[in-house]
């Protein structure tokens, strides 16, 4: 079953055209990833299938319901999510249960477990501030997590962080991924990082932003880093970089 399918999404801004006739689906339970050069529209794409931008060309279907009248929220963590500084790591995790207008009581027997899986137990009182650049991108992680929805989307979640710790975040992400069996569409610039964590991927290319190439990831899970340096992987990378060197 298809949680996410857009057909022929096109978007403009002041007639400049941004998004030209994307066709994309995330299959239920699939890691689908969006790789392309900045400026090519994957933020605006991501606005466009939540509904912040309701003013588009073409169709999303969430669900096989069309997006504008989908009543359950998406989680979404649009790129550059920053905590608010001014509430514990405990209180930005519960945002999303604030809006959902549940009894505050239950919100402890969510949260705590999930702070728990997340590496970021003894953190819950600490303020943004006071947490690494990992932690909180966890967090904020953990916040999407915490609205109940199938589909997730991730706009460059590892973005900012240096490489080693992005690698330890990938694997952590994969294995939360398996147990909680969220279907992801994830967008980043990074080549190996789509490579590792994705059972499929588009690639776009910009003015207007499309998509070019779909690759399929035909390996199987749980993968082990060095993946990334056999024949098959090299071969896709150098598909990729043809297009986005276009
Ligand atoms: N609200 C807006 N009004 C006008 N133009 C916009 C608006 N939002 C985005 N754009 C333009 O649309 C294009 C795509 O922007 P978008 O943020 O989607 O790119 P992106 O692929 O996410 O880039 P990056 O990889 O740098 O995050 C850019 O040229 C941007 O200037
Ligand atoms: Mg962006």
Redesign the pocket.
């Known amino acids: 079953m298809k949680v996410l399918k857009t057909e022929k999404l096109s978007k403009n ?2 007639d400049i055209k ?1 998004l030209e006739e994307i066709n994309l689906y995330v299959n239920k339970g699939e890691f689908v990833s969006v790789i ?1 050069p ?8 991501f606005k466009l299938i939540t509904g912040l931008i309701k003013e588009y060309e073409g169709e999303v279907f969430v669900e096989g319901t069309e997006s504008r009248s989908y009543k359950s929220p998406i989680a979404y963590m649009p ?1 550059k999510d920053l905590l608010l500084p001014w509430r514990t790591l405990y209180e930005n995790a519960s945002l999303p249960l604030e809006v959902s207008r549940k009894s505050r009581e239950s919100f402890k027997e969510r949260i705590m477990p999930l702070i728990k899986e997340f590496g970021l137990e003894g953190f819950e009182d600490c303020y943004p501030g006071e947490l690494s650049g990992g932690m909180r991108q966890r967090g904020a992680l953990l916040r999407t997590f915490l609205i109940e929805s199938d589909l997730m989307l991730l706009d ?1 979640p590892f973005g900012a962080l240096d490489a080693i710790t992005r690698m330890d975040m990938q694997e952590w992400l994969l294995e939360i991924w398996r147990k909680h069996n969220h279907s992801i569409l994830f967008i980043t ?1 990074d080549i190996d990082e789509a490579l590792f964590l994705s059972d499929r991927l588009y690639v776009m290319t910009g003015r207007p ?1 499309s998509i070019d190439l779909e690759i399929k990831v035909n390996e199987p899970r749980p993968r082990r880093r060095e993946v990334l340096f056999g024949e098959k992987y090299m071969e896709h990378k150098r598909n990729i970089l043809k297009v986005l060197k276009k």
């Open positions: 801004f002041n941004v392309g900045s400026g090519c529209g994957k933020s605006t794409l790129q460059e610039h932003g």
